[in-house]
């Protein structure tokens, strides 16, 4: 009979269970006890969770800008399921805006990114062709964050 391959364990509390590691760490930075942290990794992973928040962030722009250009476009079609959509996005954007202000020059740049993601997902759900929503968007940030709605 043949033995199973075995493959190397990992070899760090960080490559075997995350989540212990990173309760780890968090009670080592609170015990005071830098040389025991896993520097690399804690760096990597505070980044990592920068560049998270960025993500979600135009996630929730691009479902928010599309959900209003549907509503726009598509206005037979309006729901409240579509108008849910708008308000819960505003609230969750608003949210981590309020978290983290820093992510408002963020959002400004990354606005028309967010708009050409959107336009094209919303070409896709409706149908429409893709030229029937113009290059640039054509509302104003605040229109699109605030407490309004394209007519």
Known sequence: MGTALQLDAPTSLYDQD??????????????????WMDWENVAEELESMGENDRRELVSRMTALLMHLAKWYWQAEKRSPSWSGTIEEQREQIELSLNDSPSLRSFIQYSFQEAWGRAIKKAARETG????????????????????????
């Open 128 to 151: 429409l062709p893709l030229s029937t929503f113009p290059e640039a968007c054509p509302w104003p940030i605040e229109d699109v964050l605030g407490d309004w709605m394209p007519e």
């Open 18 to 35: 995350f989540y212990v590691w990173t309760m780890e760490q968090a009670d080592l930075l609170r015990r005071h006890k830098p040389d």
